[in-house]
């Protein structure tokens, strides 16, 4: 181990984004950090990869700040960096849910990994995957429920869809480090929803509880870095060439399709990451790791809404 992963997140008032934006790039390239980080008037939003002093630098630089302090992190260990570069980006939220909400003084209730274990014994319970479909179908707790919506914009109009008669339910919520939580039941508890609850510290603090260990979670954790998922539970998905089961995603080697799917690593040996053989027939072939350019990842990202809106036609169609 040589690398830490840092995964965090503070909802704060922050004066001067843009300053703390500029800081914030500034810290990770003096300390040679790559990632993903967000910051915005309503605080900041990232993920990180280093070595060992430096990411242990940045985090003490982070709760010597005035307003990071108290900043909780959550840690893995890693041979190498799990990003290829750094981007720091000034937004108009850290989490994009298009819509206000009080993320500091009016979130659902926040639940222990225990007492979450706990609550998901209630049968009365509504258990809520907020995360994207990709992220569920690699790993999600038992009887979860995956509303079929596009982007995480849509969630407040579906829950007044499907609960808005019922404010009175125990709803469970959860996601991977528990940001997006935070922002979802902050909104629900500002439209009367008196019994939400989230699960701190999200999947990625659940998996790593003692007591726990992990229980009813089937399958692995999807993360946004080049690892995609680490393991928590027994794999619940199958490789499409085969069908053996596994917890391994990749990205079709086709730059027009680029769809992320179940591929064990024999038959990638075997047969490549074209998802398909039109796809193995592409001349627009990305070498392994290569990043698409802004004009192709565009595509991909057209193509992959296309998939999901055929998808939730389906889903709509069985429900009935």
């Known amino acids: 181990m040589s690398h830490l992963v840092l995964l965090y997140y503070k909802f704060v008032h922050l004066p001067d984004a843009a300053a703390e934006r500029d800081l914030q790039e500034q810290w990770c390239r003096e300390l040679e950090l790559r990632g993903r980080i967000i910051v915005a008037a309503e605080g900041i939003n990232g993920t990180v990869s280093g070595l060992v002093n430096e990411a242990q630098e940045y985090m003490r630089r982070m709760q010597g700040h005035p307003q990071f302090a108290g900043t909780e992190f959550k840690v893995d260990e890693a041979e190498g960096h799990v990003f290829k570069r ?31 274990r706990e609550k998901l014994d209630d049968p009365e319970a509504i258990l809520l995957d907020i995360r994207n479909d990709y992220e569920y179908e690699i790993g999600r707790f038992e009887g979860a429920i995956r509303p079929p919506v596009e982007t995480f914009k849509e969630f407040p109009d579906w829950i007044e869809r499907q609960f808005g008669d019922q404010r009175d339910r125990l709803i469970l919520t959860y996601c991977t480090g528990g940001i997006r939580c935070e922002k979802l039941t902050a909104y629900m508890r500002e439209k009367g929803f008196q019994n939400v609850c989230q699960l701190e510290g999200g999947i990625v603090t659940y998996a790593k509880d003692p007591r726990v260990k ?56 075997e047969k490549g990451l074209a998802c398909s053989p039109a796809c193995a027939e592409s001349v627009r072939i990305r070498k392994p790791n290569d990043r698409l350019d802004p004009g192709l990842r565009s595509e991909g990202l057209r193509l992959k809404r296309r998939r999901h809106r055929a998808h939730r036609r389906e889903s709509a169609q069985s429900v009935k």
């Open 214 to 269: 992990g229980q009813k979670f089937e399958g692995d954790c999807f993360v946004f870095d080049d690892r995609l998922s680490v393991k928590v539970g027994d794999p619940v998905s199958r490789c499409e060439k085969c069908g053996e089961l596994i917890a391994r995603y990749v990205n079709c080697e086709n730059v027009d399709c680029n769809r992320l799917y179940f591929l064990c690593k024999a038959c990638e040996n």
């Open 86 to 116: 750094l981007t720091v980006k000034l937004r108009a939220e850290i989490v994009t849910l298009g819509i206000e909400a009080d993320c500091i003084g009016n979130t659902g209730q926040r639940l222990s990994p225990m007492e979450f």
